[in-house]
């Protein structure tokens, strides 16, 4: 491991000539003199002094490289029957008229704009275009509902948001609009305008303030780049935190493009004339990393797919979009590949079509479990790289690095620390974790370029969330341990996030829905062990004294408002009530401790519990089938 051990080793002893060095992948207005600014810890900031535009560096220069007719984006909707692709130039136009309407509405740098599209060539648009203008874009996952995106309106507080009237589920179309003015209604801060881009499958009912994406644009002016510091935001994204109000993960402009340029190079070994197809979405991390950005500041061709693996039509769809545009990296979560296995255990699918552009299977999002490793590689004949990284960090924490230096991979890992991330295991006492022995993994300050410099507008829940259980150490809220060889293993989330077919949720966010239902005294929502999601949560509630309405009503009515609220997405398909919830003497409920009886373990009870006798009513309930 030669070149990976020296890429390594220096990274963290000579960050600044290393992050100089990989610094030369972007364009700037202004070179960065300084790389690191450390005055202020635990807050550090990226090429301080420096200036670039991001939309530039994805879109601008490869047109001004002399690529303006090569493939920039393929979009690919099997929901829609629809092949489109644009070149660099006509990118670059329909950005920068993009911009040019935005600004007309009132957008300047700095502002906020709020995404909720589906997965549309205009959505990879609005955000490039609000790059291109240094305003900050937060894109908000089409599968929440009313309640996810009120939240996130209110903590952004956007100037204008762009929705799509609808999204479309395989053969079920999802109306966004009634969605978009639920949240409205229930948000306390107002936009300005609503742009609305009409779907001819569902086309919205406009309000006063909303306009189409037709009239938005028509006779818009092309919008030049505008210049920004490094350290200003490009996004925030919004994830799920252990409370119901998510966190705004503010990624900035300068660290991002380089650190996400050198990820492309280094892990994914992808560059000009490369295919690259992350089957995200992009309202989340992967979708605004390598659906997105990542690729385009490569300069390789990003494909856009509004489908499903299985389904839109069949189990062969992911091996279809392989072949037909020549992709030469597939990145999705573990659950696509377990959803296309278990409609077709052989992989007779796979046999129809040539897959052979394909290099690499990345699978991200939640642990890769052996067989589906094994399944993976069987079929597609190509090396399977599990890598593991969060909202939080934008880019790979481990991986193998395919372009780095390839490296064995082993099964049940994601590999190695990649350079930059200083990843350390720690015991309870915070001393370091042996080889072998599980514990918190965290990362040694500063993170590299890339990295959440902090939350939107809230420094405290930043320092509070992931830089307070240890000191001078990032916590990751995974658990896991280092084998001998230095391969990381990722067990899983040490705390009340969970992970739902490669969607991160909060149960927080759920309790609180169900909270809000007027039977219900209290409720805890933990998640359970899924074959294949990996995880789902399952709700139980204490009703209050005197409901004598049947149970499976209260239970069905509850289902019913997680998914009305939060969003299908959610995937809350059993509530329970049930005659108490197990609880310390200070009143906190054993959340963790049911999740051990739920996965199966027999979990030590802990001596503050009030009640023992009622964890033993629950066990049954708990046990799995
Ligand atoms: N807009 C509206 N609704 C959405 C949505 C969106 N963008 N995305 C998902 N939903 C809905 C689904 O239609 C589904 O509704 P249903 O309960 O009526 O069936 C519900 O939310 C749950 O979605 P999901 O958990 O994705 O389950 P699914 O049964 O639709 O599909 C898989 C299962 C495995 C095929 C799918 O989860 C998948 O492709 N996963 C890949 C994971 C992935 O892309 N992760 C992103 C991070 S890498
Ligand atoms: P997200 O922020 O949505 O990307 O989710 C991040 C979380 O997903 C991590 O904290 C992990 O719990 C989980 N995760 C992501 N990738 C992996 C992986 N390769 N192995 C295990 N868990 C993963």
Same mark, same amino acid.
């Given at each position: ?10 990274? +963290?002893? &000579? ?20 790389? !690191? ?67 007309? !509405? ?15 060539? *205009? ?43 609808? /999204? ?12 978009? &003015? ?91 004339? &490369? ?64 959803? @296309? ?24 999002? *939640? ?33 193998? +690095? ?143 004294? /005197? @409901?004598?309405?049947?149970? *499976? ?61 009622? +964890? ?10």
């Amino acid at each position: 491991m030669g070149a990976y051990r020296d890429t390594y080793e220096r990274s +963290l002893t &000579d960050p600044d000539g290393f992050w100089r060095d990989a610094a030369a992948g972007v364009d700037w207005d202004r070179m960065p003199m300084r790389v !690191l600014d450390g005055d202020r810890p635990p807050f550090y900031r990226w090429f301080p002094d420096a200036e670039l535009n991001t939309c530039y560096n994805a879109v601008d220069r490869h047109v001004a490289a002399g690529r303006a007719d090569e493939t920039a984006l393929i979009y690919d909707s099997p929901v829609t029957g629809t092949l489109r692709s644009y070149t660099w130039r006509e990118l670059r136009h329909e950005v920068a008229r993009c911009a040019g309407a935005l600004r007309e !509405l009132g957008v300047e740098k700095g502002d906020r704009v709020v995404v909720y599209m589906a997965m549309v060539p *205009e959505a990879v648009i609005t955000m490039l275009a609000c790059a291109r203008l240094g305003a900050v874009h937060s894109v908000v996952f089409g599968g929440f509902g009313p309640k996810e995106l009120a939240a996130r309106i209110d903590d952004a507080r956007p100037k204008v948001v762009v929705a799509t009237s609808c /999204g479309i589920e395989g053969s079920r179309v999802v109306e966004y609009k009634p969605l978009l &003015d639920a949240a409205l209604a229930e948000a306390t801060h107002r936009p300005d305008r609503c742009v609305v881009l009409q779907r001819p499958q569902a086309p919205g009912v406009l309000q006063d303030c909303d306009l189409t994406w037709e009239d938005a644009l028509d006779g818009a002016a092309e919008a030049a780049c505008v210049p920004v510091a490094a350290t200003d935001p490009l996004y925030i994204l919004y994830t799920s935190g252990t409370t119901g109000r998510p966190k705004g993960i503010v990624r900035d402009n300068g660290g991002h493009a380089v650190a996400l340029t050198w990820s492309m190079a280094n892990v994914y070994a992808t560059g000009p004339g &490369d295919v690259f197809w992350a089957a995200s979405d992009v309202g989340w991390v992967v979708g605004h990393s390598y659906i997105v950005y990542g690729p385009l500041l490569a300069g390789a061709t990003t494909v856009l797919y509004e489908g499903k693996p299985v389904g839109t039509p069949d189990a062969g769809a992911f091996f279809r979009v392989i072949e037909q545009h020549g992709v030469t990296a597939l990145f999705t979560a573990p659950t696509a590949i377990r959803a @296309i296995r278990k409609e077709d255990p052989s992989g007779s699918f796979a046999a129809r079509y040539r897959t052979d552009s394909l290099r690499t299977l990345f699978l991200a999002g *939640e642990r890769l479990d052996p067989q589906t490793y094994e399944w993976a590689g069987a079929t597609l004949g190509v090396p399977v790289v599990d890598h593991w990284w969060q909202t939080e960090t934008g880019w790979p924490v481990a991986a193998n +690095l395919r372009g780095l230096e390839p490296m064995p991979t082993k099964a049940g890992s994601p590999s190695v620390p990649v350079p930059g991330f200083d990843v350390r295991v720690l015991q309870p006492d915070g001393a370091p974790a042996p080889a072998g022995v599980d514990g918190a993994i965290v990362i040694g300050l500063p993170l590299p370029p890339g990295c959440l410099p902090t939350l939107w507008h809230d420094d405290e829940r930043f320092v509070e969330s992931y830089l307070s259980a240890f000191p001078d150490v990032y916590l990751t809220g995974d658990g896991g341990r280092f084998d001998d060889d230095g391969y990381l293993y990722v067990m899983g989330r040490t705390d009340d996030v969970i992970n739902v077919a490669g969607h991160r949720l909060s149960t927080g966010s759920m309790e609180e829905v169900l909270a809000a239902h007027p039977a219900v005294a209290e409720c805890a929502v933990i998640g359970v062990d899924d074959e294949l999601k990996g995880q789902v949560p399952r709700g139980f509630v204490v009703l209050k004294a /005197g @409901i004598d309405t049947e149970h *499976e009503v209260i239970e069905q009515e509850l289902v019913a408002s997680v998914r009305r609220r939060i969003g299908a997405v959610a995937s809350l398909r059993r509530v329970q009530v049930v005659p108490a919830l197990p609880k310390t003497r200070s009143g906190k409920i054993l959340r963790k401790t049911m999740r051990g009886i739920a996965a199966g373990a027999d979990p030590a009870v802990p001596s503050t519990i009030e009640d023992p006798s009622v +964890l033993d009513t629950l066990r049954p309930i708990l046990r799995p089938e």
